[in-house]
């Protein structure tokens, strides 16, 4: 019987800044369809592991694969050309491309690799409510409609594996429903998808199960329900219970 090949795995990752380290031993399979969650307190170590998956850092020691594919020292460009997107905190527009120019160039940076989604850029901007602005320059649009694009951007290269940095950071209430959205349909189209945010009343109505990171090391893994119990959990976000499970728009701040 033939296993599965994730869609990403890590093994065993460890970076260190000026000798402190910030990730270590971290780990983990992401498989087609599913989506993960990485959580975990400010500074646990979450967007330095989407940096040491995305090849944006180079771990000092672990390896990184793509759909089976050993990809620790390929560079970031390499990593997308083989299956693997992301977004980031910031949403970095590229000086001067229009917002359809953006989508464009994510698309055609696919080569011929099989693709998983097959949205065209067209389709991704009507979706994510940015085909009025396609004409616009995407360093000029309002912060929260530079998170849509960053994200449209990152499906535009049908990824086989997407990371999400605070994919919520910054949205009003219907774009989170938007993008909720978007992450169950990729999904069931087969894409493996790792979100990072710390709104965990918010990310258990996006992910099935999570890993949470304190530190820089896994503390717990397992469903949403299961961690949002837990008590090391807890004390990890400096001691506030969490709370049950609102909406989406109720985790809003």
Not at 40 to 68: M, Q, W
Not at 115 to 121: A, Q
Request: charged share 20%.
């Amino acid at each position: 019987m033939n296993v599965p090949v994730p869609a990403l795995r890590a093994e065993a990752l460890r970076y260190r800044i000026r000798g402190l380290e910030v990730v270590c031993g971290f780990g983990f399979e992401l498989q087609s369809g599913q989506v993960l969650g990485l959580i975990g307190p400010n500074g646990a170590g979450k967007t330095t592991a989407i940096d040491l998956l995305s090849g944006f850092s180079a771990p000092e020691s672990g390896r990184v694969f793509v759909c089976g594919r050993d990809v620790t020292r390929w560079p970031s460009h390499r990593r997308c050309r083989a299956g693997l997107a992301r977004t980031f905190q910031g949403a970095p527009a590229i000086a001067g491309l229009t917002v359809a120019e953006h989508l464009r160039l994510a698309s055609e940076a696919t080569g011929h690799r099989p693709l998983v989604m097959r949205l065209s850029p067209a389709e991704l901007l009507g979706r994510l409510g940015l085909a009025a602005l396609r004409d616009l320059r995407g360093e000029d649009l309002p912060v929260p409609e530079r998170h849509l694009l960053d994200l449209a951007r990152a499906l535009a290269t049908r990824p086989a594996a997407l990371l999400l940095d605070e994919p919520f950071s910054g949205l009003e209430h219907g774009q989170v429903e938007l993008v909720l959205d978007e992450i169950r349909q990729a999904a069931a189209g087969g894409m493996g998808i790792l979100v990072v945010d710390h709104r965990l009343g918010l990310l258990v109505h996006a992910v099935q199960s999570a890993i949470v990171l304190v530190e820089g090391r896994e503390l717990v893994a397992g469903t949403m329900q299961d961690i949002l119990r837990n008590p090391a959990v807890q004390e990890a976000y400096l001691g506030t219970p969490v709370g049950a499970e609102p909406s989406p728009r109720e985790a809003l701040p």
